[in-house]
């Protein structure tokens, strides 16, 4: 495959990673909106799979950056996934890990 294409994977793994954050918000909205007096009853599949989304897609995007073509493209790709890791992944681990604590303990 060319290097080009690395550098382009790499945005497109940014991409995602911020649209699955988003939906993970939306998803988040939703299932609070609808609950009941017995917690979540939604059983929803969606808000884990955006959350793994949100948390390993910058790591891949990291390592397609990496392996790009050298250019202003490879820099902005790679400082992106860097960026995104460091904010919204953090953050969406930060809060599945609280979900669950918050389940073994209640």
Request: hydrophobic content about 55%; proline content about 2%; some cysteine.
């Amino acid at each position: 495959m060319e290097r080009r294409k690395y550098t382009q994977l790499s945005f497109i793994c940014l991409i995602l990673c911020i649209l699955a954050f988003i939906g993970l918000i939306v998803v988040g909205i939703y299932v609070s909106a609808n609950e009941t007096s017995h917690g979540y009853e939604n059983g929803s599949v969606l808000g884990p799979l955006l959350a793994w989304i949100a948390m390993l897609f910058p790591i891949l995007g990291i390592i397609l950056a990496i392996m790009g073509e050298k250019g202003n493209m490879k820099l902005v790709a790679l400082t992106g996934n860097i960026s995104v890791l460091c904010t919204i992944s953090l953050l969406v681990g930060t809060m599945r890990f609280y979900d669950v604590l918050d389940k073994i303990l209640a």
